[in-house]
T-cell receptor, first 111, second 119 residues
Framework: NAGVMQNPRHLVRRRGQEARLRCSPMKGHSHVYWYRQLPEEGLKFMVYLQKENIIDESGMPKERFSAEFPKEGPSILRIQQVVRGDSAAYFC?????????FGPGTRLLVL | AQKITQTQPGMFVQEKEAVTLDCTYDTSDPSYGLFWYKQPSSGEMIFLIYQGSYDQQNATEGRYSLNFQKARKSANLVISASQLGDSAMYFCAMREGEGSGGSNYKLTFGKGTLLTVNP
């Protein structure tokens, strides 16, 4: 029973480039959450998606960030025109009703 | 106001001893859930233990137990018989609105406590 998969594990981008982060939930899970962890901080909620629907994006920055969870394939968190402040670890989690299980995270470094 | 407060930035414990990591929370929702996650230096987030607000008994999972004091709004994690592999960051998190019929169970995290187990 594979866990939550995220790729890439590490991503380096120059300022102004695009970053695409992928998350495949655990088998049978149709709820995906994205969180961001800045250095020395706890995780902060960004967005909650179900298949083909964004349910709650209250934690997403208003510009440059978008997320999707298509009917087929992984959930994608997309960051356009990255800036140095986007450097962080990005985690996705998939859930049963009770517990969220996290992927290993993607460490994004913006040069 | 902070919804989850972890007042101990760092804690030290001797191997084989017990340690308590503090967590207080703030919510007006009658239904909520409390979680602890472990983040070792490798970076992944590992689920440890869960406590529902209506659970009558404190949750236990192996060497982990959650000291839930509802009136004080505290949910401290107790690790018994510490091992060197317990050295990690520990995060307390809360989910509000359980049992409300909705399905948005986003978590709010504290800032974490760095636990170091000394040999």
């Amino acid at each position: 029973n594979a866990g939550v998969m995220q790729n890439p594990r590490h991503l380096v981008r120059r300022r102004g480039q695009e970053a695409r982060l992928r998350c495949s939930p655990m088998k049978g899970h149709s709820h995906v959450y994205w969180y961001r962890q800045l250095p020395e901080e706890g995780l902060k909620f960004m967005v909650y998606l179900q298949k083909e629907n964004i349910i709650d994006e209250s934690g997403m920055p208003k510009e440059r960030f978008s997320a999707e969870f298509p009917k087929e394939g992984p959930s994608i968190l997309r960051i356009q025109q990255v800036v140095r402040g986007d450097s962080a670890a990005y985690f996705c989690a998939s859930s049963t009703l009770e517990t969220q299980y996290f992927g290993p995270g993607t460490r994004l470094l913006v040069l | 106001a902070q919804k989850i407060t972890q007042t101990q930035p760092g804690m030290f414990v001797q191997e084989k001893e017990a340690v308590t990591l503090d967590c207080t929370y703030d919510t007006s929702d009658p239904s909520y859930g409390l979680f602890w996650y472990k983040q070792p230096s490798s970076g992944e987030m590992i689920f440890l233990i869960y406590q529902g607000s209506y659970d009558q008994q404190n949750a236990t999972e192996g060497r982990y137990s959650l000291n839930f004091q509802k009136a004080r709004k505290s949910a401290n994690l107790v690790i018994s018989a510490s091992q060197l592999g317990d050295s990690a960051m520990y995060f307390c998190a809360m989910r509000e609105g359980e049992g409300s019929g909705g399905s948005n169970y986003k978590l709010t995290f504290g800032k974490g406590t760095l636990l170091t187990v000394n040999p």
